[in-house]
């Protein structure tokens, strides 16, 4: 072996920077500097208000029978009244053999209201409402 091309040793291998990262000053000053832009940052992100995540759902109630009172029915669904909830229209759709479901709009906060418990909540009126679907939903 020839003693002038020795392998490098581990130290100088450490030594070596590819990244031409050398000045312990420019990295102080760039740290600074991306400090600084966080801050800036977290304070415009601070300032804005996000607008609350809304769903748009079509909700089918679907009656026991055909003798059930359809207004009734709609009226105790509306009765629910609760921050974050909206109710919109509604109409009757024939299902068959002369019964009717009530189909209703509303509009949700995501984070204020659930579905699942809007529906329990609904399903109590038990004198008219033997069932409950999400029929269409649709964030805004």
């Given amino acids: 072996m020839n003693p002038a091309k020795a ?6 291998e450490d030594d070596v920077d590819l990244f031409g990262s050398s000045d312990e000053e420019e990295d102080a000053e760039a740290e600074r500097i991306r400090n600084e832009r ?3 940052y977290k304070k415009k ?3 804005k ?3 609350a995540a809304k769903s748009v759902v079509t909700m089918d109630v679907k009656p026991w029978d ?6 009734e029915l709609e009226a105790a669904v509306r009765s629910i009244i609760k921050d974050g909830l909206v109710w919109g229209a509604s109409k009757l759709v ?3 053999f002369g019964i009717k479901k009530l ?3 509303l509009v949700i906060e995501d984070d204020k209201i659930g579905l699942d418990d809007l529906q329990e909540e609904i399903a109590e009126f038990e004198d008219y409402v033997q069932s409950t679907d999400i029929a269409a939903m649709q964030k805004l």
């Avoid at 392998?7 to 100088?12: D, G, I």
């Avoid at 055909?66 to 207004?71: F, R, V, Y």
Wanted: aromatic share 0%; net charge negative.
């Fill in 7 to 12: 392998p490098a040793t581990e130290e100088e």
């Fill in 94 to 96: 024939a299902v068959g």
């Fill in 103 to 105: 189909q209703i709009n």
């Fill in 38 to 40: 966080l801050a800036e």
């Fill in 49 to 51: 208000t996000k607008p």
């Fill in 45 to 47: 992100k601070e300032g």
């Fill in 66 to 71: 055909d003798e059930t009172d359809m207004k």
